[in-house]
């Protein structure tokens, strides 16, 4: 019912930014919990942030707090990940999926739809 596709991925060196977008087509965006995913070689995917159908509803890894802000733009059908004060640490493919729920003390870890991803990597 939803297609996903990231863009935005680049390279940056540390202590600098990129913005993530991940497009929805096929549904609006505002019937959906949507959440970045990261994976890293050799790592394990993890969760990143998460954002309900409320833009004022978010939620982080620690790793990312004070750094990241997910939000929604409704009118282009959008979620942004917004990466500020990036580290080597963040070099990953980042991916947005939809998730079944929102909860403020963490988000789901399993996604739903997927979209195909977007390469992050940071250094000098």
């Known amino acids: 019912q939803v297609q996903l596709v990231e863009s935005g991925g680049g390279l940056v060196q540390p202590g600098g930014s990129l913005r993530l977008s991940c497009a929805a087509s096929?549904?609006?965006?505002?019937?959906?919990?949507i959440a970045w995913f990261r994976q890293a070689p050799g790592k394990e995917r993890e969760v990143v942030s998460c954002i309900s159908h409320t833009v004022g509803n978010t939620a982080y890894t620690d790793s990312v707090k004070g750094r990241f802000t997910i939000s929604r733009d409704y009118s282009k059908n959008t979620v942004y990940l917004q990466m500020n004060s990036l580290k080597p640490e963040d070099t990953a493919i980042y991916y947005c999926?939809?998730?079944?729920?929102?909860?403020?003390?963490?988000?789901?870890?399993?996604?739903?739809?997927w979209g195909q991803g977007t390469q992050v990597t940071v250094s000098s």
């Open positions: 999926a939809t998730v079944s729920y929102f909860s403020s003390n963490g988000c789901p870890t399993v996604g739903r739809n």
């Open positions: 096929g549904a609006t965006l505002d019937r959906y919990v």
